[in-house]
T-cell receptor, first 109, second 121 residues
């Protein structure tokens, strides 16, 4: 079974900082099929990145996806208070058609 | 703009069947795969399964024995049934559109707001 492990599980940073969120796959995956989502309390997840590096429509260039193979990263630069959320990575194409990481909770204080 | 809206009972008794409906507006269900994803309170996301507009389905193996999905393209909606529910099935259930072609392939682009289904006697 394909497993996505996100780290850190929680992160607390200040406005203006840069956040680096990691998503590691248990086996090599195609970057084409790696996506990132942002979820705020009481809301549905919002698409951020698809194909590992491509921003979804309307997403700020402060959000950057990178990586390949088993290691993928979401970098959020110039943090703003509104970036406080849980971030999930997601993969298509494993033994379970879609799988998610367990999430990283980002707090901006 | 594509919009998805879940509907269904908020409370289901243990051992009974949870039935949810998702109404799609702004775009036809034809040509797309449609998923159900759930999130237990305070926990992460779990993909339940999907249905193509033709009616072809793929389920998460962990839930396959209890899940049935259906679609009615004439009414632009699709449905989820989850049998023999227990407290572990208490979650927010989202209906979601998949991108099964083009550069977004393998991701989800439109989500419903989610509906909380609580299993309780």
């Amino acid at each position: 079974e394909d497993v996505l492990t996100q780290s850190p599980r929680a992160l607390s940073l200040s406005p203006g900082d840069r956040a680096i969120l990691s998503c590691r796959a248990s086996q090599k995956i195609r970057g084409d099929f790696l996506a990132w989502y942002q979820q705020k309390p009481g809301q549905a997840p919002r698409p951020l990145i698809y194909g590992a590096t491509n921003r979804a429509t309307g997403i700020s260039d402060r959000f950057t996806g990178s990586g390949s193979g088993t290691d993928f990263t979401l970098t959020i630069s110039r943090l703003e208070p509104d970036d406080s959320a849980v971030y999930y990575c997601q993969h298509y194409g494993g033994s379970v058609r879609y799988s998610f990481g367990q999430g990283t909770k980002l707090e901006i204080k | 703009q594509v919009q998805l809206q879940e509907s269904g009972p908020g409370v289901v008794k243990p051992s009974e069947t949870l039935s949810l409906n998702c109404t799609v507006s702004g775009k036809s269900t034809i040509g797309y795969h449609w998923s159900w994803i759930r999130q237990p309170p305070g926990k992460g996301l779990e993909w339940i399964g999907d249905i193509f507009f033709t009616g072809s389905t793929t389920y998460n193996p962990s839930l396959a024995s209890r899940v049935t999905m259906s679609i009615d393209t004439s009414k632009n909606h699709f449905s989820l049934e989850l049998k023999s529910v227990s407290a572990a099935d208490t979650a927010v259930y989202y209906c979601v559109r998949e991108r099964s072609s083009g550069p977004h392939f393998g991701s989800f682009d439109y989500w419903g707001q989610g509906t909380l289904a609580t299993v309780s006697s």
